[in-house]
């Protein structure tokens, strides 16, 4: 066995697990990562994994793993970037172990994460998100799962990890309701619920009887749905609703985009954007400033609060028959 297996091996186990004690979505992320990065490497040098050593993942060969994933992968670039920050992770602690190394590992270190284009957030229109929550059938098990999850998604803003994560001892509906889960970098946080939230889930626990730490959200097997799963019911359910409101047929609806969408509908109701991020759990407020681009309503009210400037309109003569003439081809 070469130097780079028990590395990685120790990697995950000493300095993931033990000294960061990071999530578990986080060591599947890492995990994902490292089996595309050996399987490429594999296959375009015929080598098996456990025989690779440190000169097997140089500079080039990195790179051209990362071209691998946007033009034959089809991956974006935030999914290219995040593989290279769990390879950096990687060469950062074996700088520490093998220091033979060094030059290759500063060589990989130095390649850059690559920049993209940071577009305006997607999100619903109350139309919208009230058409794709009719649709679910409220006289059904399933129906009326799906329908207390999406309600819960959009008016809580939680991530899809979160409503996974979610069990019946995390809801509280007496007095001061909310729902408590555990987000992105273990931060426990609760979020209030409102009172048509609150009367959909009482529907929900009437219907569904379980044990206090069973899944708020249950597969039919009774085991806690898949990410995939909600993605996957999500679609379904907004596709339904086009016939209902025409304006989806243009969206891509996704979990993330319920997301967003409380999001927005807090900012619409004037809510500051500091409140805001603590509702949505992020570590900075600089996250948080997506919706701000995003709200045409506070950008108009800025606007209305100018001055508009005073131009006399005037058409534009060229001084010169020469000019003109260029100007006129």
Not at 82 to 111: G, T
Not at 204 to 232: C, N, R, V, Y
Not at 263 to 280: K, P, T
């Amino acid at each position: 066995m070469s130097a780079l297996a028990p590395t990685l091996q120790k990697f995950f186990t000493d300095r993931l697990l033990t000294q960061r004690q990071v999530s578990p979505a986080t060591i599947a992320a890492y995990r994902d990562a490292f089996r595309l990065l050996l399987g490429f490497i594999a296959e375009t040098k015929k080598l098996a994994p456990a025989s690779l050593d440190f000169a097997d993942l140089d500079a080039p060969t990195i790179g051209a793993f990362l071209t691998h994933l946007e033009t034959e992968r089809g991956n974006s670039v935030r999914s290219r970037n995040a593989r290279l920050a769990a390879i950096h992770s990687l060469f950062k602690f074996a700088a520490f172990q093998h220091p033979e190394h060094a030059d290759l590992i500063s060589r990989v270190l130095s390649i850059p994460q690559k920049r993209f284009d940071r577009g305006i957030v997607a999100f619903l229109t109350k139309e919208e998100v009230e058409a794709i929550l009719t649709v679910p059938d409220r006289g059904t098990w399933l129906g009326r799962r799906d329908h207390a999850l999406l309600t819960v998604a959009v008016q809580t803003g939680l991530r899809v990890a979160e409503l996974t994560g979610l069990r019946r001892e995390d809801v509280v509906l007496t007095v001061g309701p909310h729902v408590r889960c555990f987000g992105k970098g273990r931060k426990q946080r609760s979020t209030p619920l409102t009172t048509g939230t609150v009367a959909t889930l009482r529907e929900w626990l009437k219907a569904h009887d379980a044990q206090p730490g069973s899944p708020l959200f249950p597969s039919l097997h009774g085991t806690p749905m898949s990410t995939d799963a909600i993605e996957w019911l999500v679609r379904k359910y907004a596709t339904a609703a086009v016939s209902l409101c025409p304006s989806l047929a243009t969206k891509h609806v996704t979990p993330h985009v319920l997301r967003h969408t409380a999001a927005m509908f807090l900012r619409e109701a004037g809510v500051d954007i500091s409140v805001i991020a603590l509702w949505l759990g992020h570590e900075s407020i600089t996250s948080t400033q997506i919706y701000m681009h995003a709200d045409l309503a506070v950008k108009q009210r800025a606007l209305d609060k100018t001055t508009p400037l005073v131009v006399t309109p005037n058409r534009y003569h060229p001084p010169d028959s020469l000019l003109a003439y260029l100007d006129s081809l």
